[in-house]
């Protein structure tokens, strides 16, 4: 089983659609759950940040950790054209450094 | 808003050449971390860095590569030889404590 399972889609929906992406894992010891947004050839760009389980909301963005079904979720909001990239969920133990990144999904919203 | 800068954004390079990849991580942050991208897959870490030493590192990391951070602002992966599997982009990314990292735009290395 992989540690991080994530759909690559590719997603497409209309402009003000709400949009739920979705990450499962195996790992339960991970602590630090992230959502990064990665435009073609750039860096991943944080988007949220959640410590252990619960939900956190910003703007338009609200990220969900459900640690007791290993599995998160990024909920957009309203969503836009500029919206358009692909989402990366990552994770963490507390006693690590590295991330472990998802392979991303491809999320295309039309206008 | 503070951010890391990698130099250069693509490098080109023969196999078999070495390359040093250079990084300015955002100016309080004392953790800093190197990953990379091969097209099409995901992001992978190489390393960790904290008080001028290596405090984790991953298989992909071998003897082929070292980071150093030669002065107070600059951090850098070389690749003593490069192959051409080394291909990829490169990220470099900072945190202040060891938790929530902040990632630069990436080198886009090309070893033909």
């Known amino acids: 089983q992989k540690e991080v399972e994530q759909d690559p889609g590719p997603l497409s929906v209309p402009e003000g659609a709400i949009v739920s992406l979705n990450c499962t894992y195996s790992?339960?010891?991970?602590?630090?759950f992230m959502w990064y947004r990665q435009y073609s050839r750039k860096g991943p760009e944080l988007l949220m940040y959640?410590?252990?389980?619960g939900n956190k909301e910003d703007g338009r963005f609200t990220a969900q950790v459900d640690k007791s079904s290993k599995y998160i979720s990024l909920f957009i909001r309203d969503s836009q054209p500029s919206d358009s990239a692909t989402y990366l969920c990552?994770?963490?133990?507390?006693?690590?450094?590295?991330?472990?990144f998802g392979s991303g999904t491809r999320l295309s919203i039309r206008p | 808003e503070p951010e890391v800068t990698q130099t250069p954004s693509h490098q080109v390079t023969q196999m078999g050449q070495e390359v040093i990849l250079r990084c300015v991580p955002i100016?309080?942050?004392?953790?800093f971390y190197w990953y990379r991208q091969i097209l099409g897959q995901k992001v992978e870490f190489l390393v960790s860095?904290?008080?001028?030493?290596?405090?984790?590192k991953s298989e992909i990391f071998d003897d082929q590569f070292s980071v150093e951070r030669p002065d107070g602002s600059n951090f850098t992966l070389k690749i003593r030889s490069t192959k051409l599997e080394d291909s990829a982009m490169y990220f470099c990314?900072?945190?202040?404590?060891?938790?929530?990292?902040?990632f630069g735009a990436g080198t886009r290395l090309s070893v033909l």
């Open positions: 990314a900072s945190s202040e404590a060891e938790d929530i990292q902040y």
């Open positions: 790992n339960s010891a991970f602590q630090y």
């Open positions: 959640t410590y252990s389980s």
């Open positions: 990552a994770m963490k133990l507390s006693s690590a450094s590295k991330i472990i």
């Open positions: 100016s309080n942050h004392l953790y």
């Open positions: 860095f904290y008080n001028n030493e290596i405090s984790e």
